[in-house]
Each structure stands twice: as C-alpha cells, then as structure tokens.
Nanobody
C-alpha cells in the first residue's frame, strides 16, 4: 500500500532550475532515510542525494554538490530536490527512494541497494 510519487520534472535550458517533490503515502509509512537517484538509458543507476528522516545525515554525490539541495517536510512525508545550475549531463529519469532499515554509517546512504521503496520516476531534460 505504500507509494512514492515524484512530480516536478520537465524541460529546462542549461543554467535553469527545477524543483522535484516526492510524496510518500498509503499508510503509516515511516522511513529511516529518503533520497533521489537518476538513470539515463545505457548507463547504470546513479545516486544523487539522500537525507535521514531525522535530518542528522545529508549526503550528495560529488556531481551535484553546490547545485542541488535536498529537503524534507515531516508534516506530510515529502522530500524535495531543488536543482539549480542544471547541465545537460543532469538529463535523466529521477527516482525517489526510501528505506525503513537503519543506516549506521554515512557511506551506507550512497549504496543504492539499501533502498527498498521506489517511485515510478519523473523525466528531467536539460537542453544545451
């Protein structure tokens, strides 16, 4: 019954911004951590960013540091991804992910296999 649904994808020119959201619903879902990954056809899935629900741990892939910001809204089980200074290389399907399992080390947040719940994805296209 638990669902993750992304929204906010679209087409934007290089240098522009987009804001993605992911809402968790379908019951008393309580995630330990939630984040974002992305994938382009022909390439492996890539970790982007994640946050513990407590806010104690926030991590970013090197490729998006300084440009992307993850945030959370604990009142409605929603996470956000503010994407600034977008580049054509950011073009991908962006997936929301979550896990209920505790992550004891910061490095664990980067491991895609740790996440058990996934949204259907939203397309982000950045034109040059």
């Amino acid at each position: 019954q638990v669902q993750l649904v992304e929204s906010g994808g679209g087409l934007v020119q290089a240098g522009g911004s987009l804001r993605l959201s992911c809402a968790a619903s379908g019951g008393t879902f309580s995630a330990y951590a939630m984040g974002w990954c992305r994938q382009t056809p022909g390439k492996e899935r890539e970790f982007v960013t994640a946050t513990s629900w407590s806010g104690g741990t926030i991590v970013y892939a090197d490729s998006v540091k300084g440009r992307f910001i993850i945030s959370r809204d604990t009142s409605n089980n929603t996470i956000w991804l503010q994407m600034n200074s977008l580049e054509p290389e950011d073009t991908a399907v962006y997936y929301c992910a979550a896990t209920k399992s505790p992550l004891y080390y910061s490095d664990d947040y980067f491991r895609i296999g740790e996440y058990n719940y996934w949204g259907p994805g939203t397309q982000v296209t950045v034109s040059s």
